[in-house]
């Protein structure tokens, strides 16, 4: 098992209540995968903002370890000690 940092922000954290999870995940755990599993921990409105339609939305942006990731790479493989850190887009006036 290798742990991660997971940092909310914004509406993300209020809908999970937190700003920071830790997670145990298996060594050959995809971002993708780390995603998928923290969603389902928390409501649906929680996980539609990370993977409507089952997809990684496009209004978030995630930096693994203070590196922002393309969308090309959630196939990336994590590592023990990762700090993953998801913004959702927000708007408004």
Do not use: C, Q, W
Request: aromatic content about 8%; glycine content about 8%; charged content about 15%.
């Amino acid at each position: 098992m290798i742990e991660l940092s997971i940092h909310l922000f914004n509406i993300l954290a209020d809908a999970a209540g937190t700003r920071v999870v830790h997670k145990s995940v298996a060594y050959d755990t995809r971002l993708i995968d780390a995603i998928r599993l923290l969603s389902a921990d928390y409501p649906a409105a929680f996980h539609n903002m990370l993977l409507p339609n089952g997809a990684i939305s496009n209004y978030l942006k995630i930096f693994i370890n203070g590196r922002l990731v393309d969308n090309g790479e959630t196939l990336t493989l994590l590592n023990d000690g990762d700090e993953i850190m998801l913004f959702p887009a927000v708007s408004g006036g």
